[in-house]
């Protein structure tokens, strides 16, 4: 029926439960439990030596990824499903070397933010996706039976043309909106909580979309949005920008560069209308003599 819930079109793949804690997992469990104490110091010394410049990892624990191997999270596996390939080359059989080489290729393209040629970017999906259960086949061929999210990792291509990028369907960012729901929860007179609740999200998001430059409808139908001064209000707060996923601070990347900031230079530039805040209290933009 139109206009309806369609279950199996419309929950995308997740990319927390299915890669990480799904495809991931599993090659991590086989790679760690078939090492020896002595190899396991060895893949420490050489995961902690890691260089993480231009990786979006966190920091890397080594000993402590070792000692809990079979307790890890989302970001300990994704900082292994991005380095991993590059330090048992010469730990562990062939396949097994193969596989993580897979995943490596697999997930740098599921984290993807952008897509600028989708048709593109689908076939090169399909082929890592491909790889990757064609490898676990090899490995394993009773994975592929008994691990449904091996299957639903097929369905992202579908994904793909229907949602967009894979990474926009993340969960794990929204795990502390618990905490928001919960104070919505406390602060109702629970006459009519969940009223209650809905109405303080509501407000919350109203209140997000106006800050961030969102544009609403008046009364007289015409579609307006907030003015520079509360616009603005977000991008010299950094805190704030943080709190609401978006900031205009561009992370130190390998061949990248930042401009100083006017606070920083010298009396005498003029400056152009152009201009956007920086940490210094300054602002960047383009000078002219």
């Keep these: 029926m139109p206009g309806c819930l369609d279950p199996t079109h419309d929950t995308p793949v997740e990319v927390l439960h299915t ?3 799904g495809v991931v997992k599993y090659a991590w469990h086989w790679t760690h439990t078939s090492w020896t104490p002595a190899q396991k110091i060895i893949y420490a010394q050489r995961l902690q030596a890691t260089s993480v410049t231009g990786l979006s990892v966190h920091a890397i624990r080594a000993s402590y990824i070792i000692q809990y191997a079979n307790s890890l999270i989302g ?14 080359y010469d730990m562990l059989p062939q396949p097994r070397f193969k596989l993580w080489l897979a995943i490596g290729e697999m997930t740098s393209l599921i984290w993807f ?14 082929i890592a996706i491909a790889n990757v259960l ?16 091996l299957h639903i990792l097929s369905h992202g291509i579908e994904d793909v043309s229907r949602f967009g990028p894979l990474i926009g369907m993340c969960t794990e960012g929204f795990e502390s909106f ?14 009519a909580p969940s009223r209650d609740i809905a109405q303080q999200l509501a407000d919350h998001e109203a ?11 008046t009364t007289d139908g015409d579609w307006v949005q907030a003015g ?7 991008r010299h707060h950094p805190l704030l920008r943080r709190l609401f996923g978006w ?19 010298p009396f005498g530039w003029m400056w152009c209308s152009l201009v956007i805040p920086c940490d210094h209290g300054g602002r960047v933009g383009m000078t002219v003599s």
């Design 19 to 21: 890669v990480l804690l």
């Design 75 to 88: 970001r300990q596996l994704k900082t292994l499903a991005q380095t991993t390939a590059f330090h048992v």
């Design 113 to 126: 933010p952008e897509i600028h040629d989708k048709e593109t970017y689908k076939n090169d999906l399909t």
């Design 134 to 149: 064609d490898l676990f086949a090899e490995n394993d061929p009773t994975k592929i039976v008994e691990k449904v999210k």
């Design 178 to 191: 618990n905490g928001i729901f919960r104070n919505a929860s406390v602060y109702s007179n629970h006459l």
């Design 207 to 217: 209140h997000k979309h106006r800050l961030l430059g969102g544009f609403f409808m």
């Design 228 to 234: 520079t001064r509360i616009r603005d209000f977000l």
């Design 247 to 265: 900031t205009v601070d561009v992370p130190s990347q390998p061949g990248t560069f930042k401009l100083k900031c006017a606070g920083c230079e």
